[in-house]
């Protein structure tokens, strides 16, 4: 009994000294500055009542943390054995969405299981780079004609179109961009680039007053409010606007924890959410701002670095996956709250409120600890 005490102590011990205590500790980090954030940005002064969503972050981030070390622990490579299965369910999950989703935001986008609702796009993202992956693993590169465009049709296209039927035009924008990313990485004959630049360059002219008549009337004002914030600063480009203005309001050192103006007082729209990072800023400055863009960085770098080392294409395509798409969904937030970018509700990932997208941002982290610790030896 001993002898068998002892071989779990030794295991415990070598998948702690296996464990990449860098890529599962910055998230965890980013997590709890966003739930303070968070807290900071839901607080009210004018009503008496004040709202949880900061202790509903904080039990995502307890189900996320048991979630990451869970999918660390197992052979990445069985997922290859059910990619099918993965990527199928997960499709099932995006058509049921679009059948009796629970609307809310102007889009039907979650499920409702009693109490508890969840948004399938989340757990799509992770489905799709997992399979994907799988697809593109072990098949020549460059990839010919025919791979580009089955990959393109059946990762890309058609849960874009879901997607965009529900509508959720910045998640199919996002999906088409991993999907397209990593087909890029695999490698794509020149013939096949040739061919795309051509076809992007005749759909812009052709079909763009296509797009812009088939967008709904709230997108087409993002994207003028994009273009130009001073058409309406009281209607369509006051999120924009007073997003600069909160961000502008920190300065170099910001006004200090819980001294912040523009969330409390309810100036700022979806300050907990797809805006979070402005309330942030105001209340660090730029010197938080960095300290922030520094750690995602770092997990960037971590994540391309594992994906460089990985063991086997398959890990290498996954870990490759997971960051471009930290890298955009990152990059894209910080971008539209600062007015560089269009409004399309992309989170910040492990910052904005969002119990679903936190959890599936974790199992991510999982996946990618799990390639790391398998570098050199797979272990059971």
Same mark, same amino acid.
């Given at each position: 009994?001993?002898?068998?005490?002892?071989?779990?102590?030794?295991?415990?011990?070598?998948?702690?000294?296996?464990?990449?205590?860098?890529?599962?500790?910055?998230?965890?980090?980013?997590?709890?500055?966003?739930?303070?954030?968070?807290?900071?940005?839901?607080?009210?002064?004018?009503?008496?009542?004040?709202?949880?969503?900061?202790?509903?972050?904080?039990?995502?981030?307890?189900?996320?943390?048991?979630?990451?070390?869970?999918?660390?622990?197992?052979?990445?490579?069985?997922?290859?054995?059910?990619?099918?299965?993965?990527?199928?369910?997960?499709?099932?999950?995006?058509?049921?969405?679009?059948?009796?989703?629970?609307?809310?935001?102007?889009?039907?986008?979650?499920?409702?299981?009693?109490?508890?609702?969840?948004?399938?796009?989340? =757990?799509?993202?992770?489905?799709?780079? /997992?399979?994907?992956?799988? *697809? #593109?693993? +072990?098949?020549?590169? %460059? @990839?010919?004609?025919?791979?580009?465009?089955?990959?393109?049709?059946?990762?890309?296209?058609?849960?874009?179109?879901?997607?965009?039927?529900?509508?959720?035009?910045?998640?199919?924008?996002?999906?088409?961009?991993?999907?397209?990313?990593?087909?890029?990485?695999?490698?794509?004959?020149?013939?096949?680039?040739?061919?795309?630049?051509?076809?992007?360059?005749?759909?812009?002219?052709?079909?763009?007053?296509?797009?812009?008549?088939?967008?709904?009337?709230?997108?087409?004002?993002?994207?003028?409010?994009?273009?130009?914030?001073?058409?309406?600063?009281?209607?369509?480009?006051?999120?924009?606007?007073?997003?600069? =203005?909160?961000?502008?309001?920190?300065? /170099?050192?910001?006004?200090? *924890? #819980?001294? +912040?103006?523009?969330? %409390? @007082?309810?100036?700022?729209?979806?300050?907990?959410?797809?805006?979070?990072?402005?309330?942030?800023?105001?209340?660090?400055?730029?010197?938080?701002?960095?300290?922030?863009?520094?750690?995602?960085?770092?997990?960037?770098?971590?994540?391309?670095?594992?994906?460089?080392?990985?063991?086997?294409?398959?890990?290498?395509?996954?870990?490759?996956?997971?960051?471009?798409?930290?890298?955009?969904?990152?990059?894209?937030?910080?971008?539209?709250?600062?007015?560089?970018?269009?409004?399309?509700?992309?989170?910040?990932?492990?910052?904005?409120?969002?119990?679903?997208?936190?959890?599936?941002?974790?199992?991510?982290?999982?996946?990618?600890?799990?390639?790391?610790?398998?570098?050199?030896?797979?272990?059971?």
């Amino acid at each position: 009994m001993h002898a068998d005490q002892g071989k779990v102590i030794d295991r415990v011990r070598d998948i702690l000294k296996r464990c990449d205590w860098l890529v599962l500790g910055i998230p965890v980090i980013l997590t709890i500055i966003g739930i303070l954030t968070i807290y900071s940005a839901t607080r009210s002064v004018i009503e008496p009542r004040q709202p949880s969503f900061y202790l509903r972050q904080t039990i995502w981030l307890i189900l996320g943390m048991v979630t990451m070390f869970s999918v660390s622990l197992f052979d990445y490579r069985v997922l290859k054995r059910f990619s099918i299965l993965i990527y199928s369910v997960s499709i099932g999950l995006l058509l049921l969405t679009l059948v009796v989703g629970h609307p809310g935001m102007g889009a039907q986008r979650w499920l409702k299981m009693g109490n508890l609702s969840f948004q399938p796009t989340e =757990i799509f993202r992770v489905a799709m780079i /997992v399979s994907l992956a799988s *697809y #593109l693993s +072990g098949r020549p590169s %460059p @990839l010919g004609t025919g791979r580009t465009l089955t990959a393109l049709c059946f990762f890309g296209f058609i849960p874009a179109t879901i997607l965009y039927l529900q509508p959720d035009l910045g998640s199919a924008l996002m999906i088409l961009g991993l999907v397209v990313s990593m087909l890029l990485i695999k490698g794509l004959t020149k013939r096949v680039l040739v061919a795309a630049l051509a076809v992007v360059l005749i759909a812009i002219p052709v079909g763009g007053e296509r797009v812009w008549n088939g967008l709904k009337e709230y997108q087409r004002n993002r994207l003028v409010a994009f273009i130009n914030p001073e058409v309406d600063p009281t209607g369509i480009g006051y999120q924009i606007k007073q997003s600069k =203005i909160t961000i502008g309001s920190g300065r /170099v050192f910001g006004k200090g *924890y #819980l001294q +912040g103006t523009q969330g %409390p @007082l309810r100036f700022l729209p979806e300050r907990h959410t797809d805006f979070i990072f402005s309330v942030f800023a105001e209340e660090w400055g730029f010197v938080g701002s960095l300290f922030l863009l520094i750690l995602y960085g770092a997990l960037l770098l971590r994540g391309l670095e594992i994906a460089l080392h990985s063991k086997d294409e398959f890990g290498y395509l996954i870990a490759t996956g997971i960051s471009v798409m930290f890298l955009a969904y990152s990059g894209i937030n910080l971008g539209m709250t600062m007015g560089l970018m269009p409004v399309v509700g992309i989170p910040l990932p492990f910052f904005s409120y969002g119990g679903t997208a936190l959890l599936a941002n974790f199992i991510c982290i999982g996946l990618l600890n799990n390639i790391k610790m398998r570098r050199f030896e797979l272990f059971y």
